[in-house]
């Protein structure tokens, strides 16, 4: 029933920035836990950043992004941000937001139930 869609990904120079954005149907979004995820050509998908539903909930970050990348969310709006710092090449990618219970890991993608359809991260040299 969940419905997520990302928007604010495009073409970014090396060292830029960029805000994604993760709008979510619904009236429960403080009920999940928000990820992203992003897949690049010829990779597996794998985890970036993720926050708990309730407000001041835990954040999580995978460590190639630590530093650089900062996941936040409104819960009045239903929507979660990635804001991306410092973007490097291998940052390009296809960014998934992602909705899971919370209780599972939070690292893994089979934990989350529903998925957006992707918004493309392009990061030039």
């Known amino acids: 029933q969940v419905q997520l869609v990302e928007s604010g990904g495009g073409l970014v120079q090396d060292g830029g920035s960029l805000r994604l954005s993760c709008a979510a149907s619904?009236?429960?979004?403080?009920?999940?836990?928000m990820g992203w995820f992003r897949q690049a050509p010829g990779k597996e998908r794998e985890f970036v950043a993720a926050?708990?539903?309730?407000?001041?909930?835990?954040?999580y970050y995978a460590d190639s992004v630590k530093g650089r990348f900062t996941i936040s969310k409104n819960n009045a709006k239903n929507t979660v941000y990635l804001e991306m710092n410092s973007l490097k090449p291998e940052d390009t990618a296809v960014y998934y937001c992602?909705?899971?219970?919370?209780?599972?890991?939070?690292?893994?993608?089979?934990?989350?139930?529903?998925w957006g359809q992707g918004t493309q991260v392009t990061v030039s040299s």
């Open positions: 926050v708990n539903g309730w407000t001041g909930g835990s954040t």
């Open positions: 992602a909705a899971g219970v919370m209780g599972r890991r939070a690292d893994s993608s089979s934990s989350y139930d529903y």
């Open positions: 619904g009236r429960t979004f403080s009920s999940y836990r």
